[in-house]
């Protein structure tokens, strides 16, 4: 059987291993360090332990580690991380410059189910869930790379339909003996999976950004298909009871297009919506790409919908579309790059 890789626990798993091992508990303590705040791959060169112990540890157990691909860098500071994994497939991460506060974008699973039509990551088939692993080695190689301000789980896939590694590796992002990130600074995004949210909310405390995009359940059935088994009401309510840092708001995510979604009956639909919600709302402006027949909405409409959000007392932030000339837009280096190579995952 293949050795457990530790990157695939939380320090509560790590203490049940090394129980398991025949070591004081406090070992795991130490081993959790040597990995997450000082980097280190390698047992030998976790000189606090005995010899015979680093000697043990190497032959039940590996650290991985991911090494980036490529990295793009945009004329905006933006850089695109490509990792191939272990199996051949491949993920990416973008970290987002804003005045030294970097934010570093990551993602949970290999294409993502949910077929959003306005997203070109929905066009990729559903390959597989990232391991926790593979989810916090992201981190930890642009961490060697950059400081790290914000983590958002707003790349690739669904992090809600891969709970089972998104909850350990946001885990070990927080631990005081891990990556040492306030949960705070981490927000999981999420199109809109209800039963999965309760239980985000029962696991972790993070923040929440909700990716609404339409305001009545016919648009939202037909742009996101995850609107058919849980409409705007069910999602709203979960919305209401899920528990956030204190002092914190959901972000709701809504991506403006041409002659669809950009109207002032839309912006009043939307105010309703979430009136009772505190919240904060995110404009993005829809990013033209192939394969899709969805438009850019004009700035105009942009400047409207923005207006009557903070004329509605929202706190609003229309969101730069960032790094065009990388192809920031979540699954468009993944695509290109295999376009290129002319490989499918
Ligand atoms: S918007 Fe998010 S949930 Fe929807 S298809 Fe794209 S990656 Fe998946």
Redesign the pocket.
């Known amino acids: 059987m293949a050795n457990v890789d530790l990157k695939n626990l939380t320090l509560a798993d790590l203490e049940a291993f090394i129980a398991g091992q025949g070591k004081e508990r406090f070992r795991a303590r130490q081993i959790f360090k040597w990995i997450y705040q000082q980097g280190v791959t390698d047992f030998a060169s976790m000189t606090n332990l005995s010899r015979e112990f680093r000697a043990e540890l190497a032959a039940a157990a590996r650290v991985s580690d991911l090494q980036p691909e490529v990295v793009e860098v945009s004329t905006d500071g933006t850089r695109k991380y490509l990792f191939r994994l272990e199996d051949g497939a491949r993920v990416e991460s973008v970290l987002i410059p804003d005045e030294g506060r970097n934010t570093l974008c990551i993602s949970s699973q290999v294409g ?5 039509e ?5 066009t990729f088939r559903f390959t597989r869930n990232l391991t926790t692993a593979e989810i916090v080695n992201q981190v930890c190689s642009v961490k060697r790379d950059a400081d790290i301000r914000n983590i958002v789980f ?5 992090p809600l339909a891969n709970l089972d590694n998104v909850v350990p590796a946001i885990k070990v992002l927080i631990d005081n003996d891990g990556l040492q990130f306030s949960n705070r600074r981490v927000t999981v ?3 809109g999976l209800v039963p999965e949210l309760d239980i985000l909310g029962a696991s972790v405390t993070v923040n929440l950004a909700v ?1 609404l995009n339409a305001t009545t359940d016919e648009l939202r059935d037909r742009i ?1 298909p ?1 609107n058919r088994r849980y409409p705007l009401k069910e999602l709203l309510a979960a919305c209401k009871r899920f528990p956030l840092p204190s002092r914190r708001y959901i972000t709701f995510e809504y991506v403006l297009i041409r002659d669809l979604n950009d109207t002032l009956d839309d912006a009043r639909r939307l105010v309703k919506l979430v009136s009772d919600i505190p919240c904060k709302i995110n404009l993005i402006a829809f990013n033209e790409h192939e394969g899709c027949s969805f438009r850019a909405p004009t700035q105009e409409a942009i400047d409207r919908f923005h207006k009557y959000l903070l004329d509605k007392h929202f706190t609003v932030i229309t969101r730069a579309s960032r790094g065009g000339d990388i192809s920031a837009a ?2 468009q280096l993944k695509g290109r790059l295999e376009s290129a190579q002319g490989s499918t995952l």
């Not at 993502?112 to 959003?116: E, F, K, P, S």
């Open positions: 993502c189910a949910m077929a959003c306005f997203c070109l990551t929905g707003m790349g690739m896939g669904e995004s999420t199109s990716s996101m995850v979540c699954g």
